[in-house]
């Protein structure tokens, strides 16, 4: 093993003498990600403030005057505009009004004699000025549905309670730290794998097909250490980037989070109740044998490959497989088929998933666990079978 | 002390016009012995076998059949008994640019199982003698390709090899580091190392090396000291041997 780790420091040391990699590997991610989330919390809260700060532009048609006062009297939700120009739709669209309401003709006359009136909004709802408008015209509407059925009970002489024989209270038995853990869990073995990968992804092709296109391998291999060694050696230097960069990448994201919540202690505070120490270890050590499997693809494509472009080409495939399985883990019901424990890849996505959601089956993890060591174990005999061969090696 | 019996290596290839595996003999029973304070010349045009031969030597690759030993170890059983005691260096070899010289010579000291303090020591020695102390602790990116194969060489000789096998070792080199490589060959042998160097420069052949053999189609020919391979081609020189050597394999072809 001696050889092994004396390639992985040859790999480390060069590493450390490119100052430009050493940046985008190390400190970027650092930078990054405060600044990403920040700035993107920062633009959401000012946009949201923007579209609760100025009243809704409604379109109105109200031929008989049933709701037109109501909206009018509110003028800081609502603001009554003329009918744009053109097709209405496309108004709404291009966002020259938030909503356009049509009540129909007859409504003052269905309200006086006590039957029904309806009311259309159109809206587009990809947009949040509009999703806001809408809200606002529900609680409107709902209050002053309200009051008029009061007033016809009243009329009728019957008790208020008449129109409400129950009343659904309903109470949220997920406290915060579940909800994050929930969507952690979606997220986070994703965004693990692809890290992984991406980050084993460029230095694994410069230690193996980058040092064929520079004619250093062969002096290696004319040391007195042993071929297997070599591989070896790249293969825990290949690991190990792997695993640095999944680290200080979610590092990076966690510390990111109090720019996410705008300083806000309470999502950190639930994010630390995920985060355990045991959710954590469990994490790491199923990660480990996975990175280990990531590594030896991308060894494996790199020394057989002639040059860093043929390699790419081979190894940046696995980059839309890993993106491929790790949304595919995302899917609601994926987790429920149990058959998944033993499709690789995918089953370590759905132990995390459930570490985090607090269902941590024990069996369907150590099931994916010892799958992932065999196969990671496996794929470690046959990277070294395979590289030892020279025709691997001497492919030119 | 290198022997080499009966040597055979082949290599499939893949026709691209046909898809067929095509098998090509790039070693066809070599036999040679390479004795200690002897400098062997290694001949041939390019393609002939040359390279496949040396890293055969240097346990690189493995013989089809026959058996090389060097050192006392077979290259097949024990490669890296035989690497540990050999010195190899070829054109194509690369040396790692970020690394200064001082730098790429502690690490492959470290692969080669030598004292920190000696392989200093010796590195020191080394690029000394080829006249690149002053860039020891120059980052090598900016090195011309004379003063790389000069690191290269500093590197093969660092652990002190009994066996030093140099694949045209001035190649690409001016005449004043050209010199300075063959200065160094034959300290070598006076050293009593064992060397063998494949090189397209007769010249060189004929000042440096004790015995010559030519390889044509895998073929060792004239296994002899250069001026006995004259005489008995009835020669003025080594390009002429050459020449009628490739001649009469295109005879036999």
């Given at each position: 093993m001696r050889g092994a780790l004396l390639i992985a420091k040859k790999e480390f040391l060069e590493l450390s003498k490119d100052r430009k990699t050493l940046f985008f590997a190390f400190v970027l991610p650092f930078l990054l990600y405060p600044a990403i989330f920040g700035m993107m919390a920062k633009m959401a809260k000012r946009d949201e403030a923007q579209n609760r700060s100025k009243a809704s532009r409604v379109y109105l048609v109200d031929p008989s005057s049933a709701i037109a006062g109501l909206l009018q009297a509110d003028s800081k939700r609502f603001e009554l505009v003329p009918k744009p120009e053109g097709d209405l739709r496309q108004a709404l669209r291009d966002q020259k009004l938030d909503l356009a309401v049509e009540v129909e003709p007859g409504a003052a006359a269905a309200l006086q004699g006590h039957a029904t009136f309806s009311i259309t909004a159109t809206t587009d709802e990809s947009e949040r000025s509009a999703e806001i408008a809408l809200k606002r015209l529900r609680e409107a509407l709902d209050g002053q549905q309200k009051a008029w059925i009061q007033e016809r009970l009243h009329a009728l002489g019957a008790s208020a309670q008449l129109a409400e024989p129950l009343k659904l209270e309903v109470k949220n038995a997920a406290d915060p730290a579940l909800e994050i853990g929930k969507v952690m869990g979606r997220i986070l073995p994703y965004l693990l794998m692809i890290m992984m990968y991406t980050g084993s992804m460029q230095h694994g092709i410069y230690a193996t097909a980058g040092e064929k296109e520079r004619h250093t391998l062969l002096s290696l291999m004319a040391t007195r250490l042993p071929r297997n060694q070599i591989i070896l050696g790249k293969l825990l230097y290949i690991f190990s980037m792997g695993v640095i960069a999944a680290l200080l990448n979610l590092l990076s994201m966690g510390l990111s989070i109090p720019f996410m919540s705008g300083g806000s202690t309470s999502s950190a505070q639930a994010l630390a109740a995920v985060a355990n120490p045991m959710t954590l270890g469990l994490t790491f050590m199923i990660m480990v044998p996975l990175g280990l499997f990531f590594s030896n693809f991308i060894l494996l494509m790199g020394i057989q490959a002639r040059n860093t472009i043929e390699a790419g080409s081979a190894i940046t495939p696995g980059i839309f497989l890993v993106v491929f399985l790790g949304i595919f883990t995302m899917a609601p019901g994926v987790d429920k088929m149990a058959f998944l424990a033993y499709v690789p890849v995918v089953n370590v996505c759905l132990a995390l998933r459930k570490l985090f959601s607090q269902q941590f089956n024990q069996m369907e993890y150590l099931v994916s666990f010892a799958m992932t060591v065999g196969l990671a174990g496996l794929m470690t005999w046959v990277s070294t079978r395979i590289l030892n061969r020279e025709k691997a090696l001497f492919k030119a | 002390?290198?022997?080499?019996?009966?040597?055979?290596?082949?290599?499939?290839?893949?026709?691209?016009?046909?898809?067929?595996?095509?098998?090509?003999?790039?070693?066809?029973?070599?036999?040679?012995?390479?004795?200690?304070?002897?400098?062997?010349?290694?001949?041939?045009?390019?393609?002939?076998?040359?390279?496949?031969?040396?890293?055969?030597?240097?346990?690189?690759?493995?013989?089809?059949?026959?058996?090389?030993?060097?050192?006392?170890?077979?290259?097949?059983?024990?490669?890296?008994?035989?690497?540990?005691?050999?010195?190899?260096?070829?054109?194509?070899?690369?040396?790692?640019?970020?690394?200064?010289?001082r730098e790429?010579?502690?690490?492959?000291?470290?692969?080669?199982?030598?004292?920190?303090?000696?392989?200093?020591?010796?590195?020191?020695?080394?690029?000394?003698?080829?006249?690149?102390?002053?860039?020891?602790?120059?980052?090598?990116?900016?090195?011309?390709?004379?003063?790389?194969?000069?690191?290269?060489?500093?590197?093969?000789?660092?652990?002190?090899?009994?066996?030093?096998?140099?694949?045209?070792?001035?190649?690409?080199?001016?005449?004043?580091?050209?010199?300075?490589?063959?200065?160094?060959?034959?300290?070598?042998?006076?050293?009593?190392?064992?060397?063998?160097?494949?090189?397209?420069?007769?010249?060189?052949?004929?000042?440096?090396?004790?015995?010559?053999?030519?390889?044509?189609?895998?073929?060792?020919?004239?296994?002899?000291?250069?001026?006995?391979?004259?005489?008995?081609?009835?020669?003025?020189?080594?390009?002429?041997?050459?020449?009628?050597?490739?001649?009469?394999?295109?005879?036999?072809?």
């Open positions: - | 002390m290198i022997q080499l019996n009966q040597v055979h290596k082949s290599f499939t290839v893949k026709d691209r016009k046909t898809r067929a595996a095509k098998r090509i003999d790039a070693v066809r029973g070599i036999s040679l012995e390479v004795r200690p304070g002897e400098i062997y010349g290694l001949l041939g045009p390019n393609g002939a076998g040359k390279s496949t031969t040396l890293r055969m030597i240097a346990g690189l690759m493995d013989p089809d059949s026959g058996s090389i030993h060097v050192c006392g170890h077979e290259t097949r059983q024990k490669p890296e008994a035989v690497r540990a005691c050999l010195g190899y260096l070829s054109t194509d070899m690369g040396v790692y640019v970020r690394f200064t010289p790429l010579l502690r690490i492959f000291g470290e692969f080669q199982d030598v004292d920190p303090r000696v392989a200093e020591r010796r590195g020191l020695h080394l690029l000394e003698k080829l006249q690149l102390a002053d860039f020891a602790d120059v980052k090598m990116e900016g090195f011309s390709s004379g003063q790389k194969q000069k690191v290269s060489i500093a590197r093969a000789l660092l652990h002190d090899p009994k066996v030093v096998i140099f694949d045209e070792p001035t190649t690409g080199l001016d005449v004043l580091t050209a010199k300075t490589v063959l200065d160094l060959l034959r300290i070598m042998r006076e050293e009593g190392r064992t060397v063998i160097v494949s090189t397209h420069v007769m010249p060189m052949v004929e000042d440096i090396c004790d015995r010559v053999g030519i390889i044509f189609d895998g073929k060792l020919h004239g296994d002899a000291p250069p001026l006995d391979l004259l005489r008995s081609r009835n020669a003025k020189s080594l390009d002429e041997v050459f020449f009628q050597l490739a001649a009469e394999s295109e005879e036999i072809h």
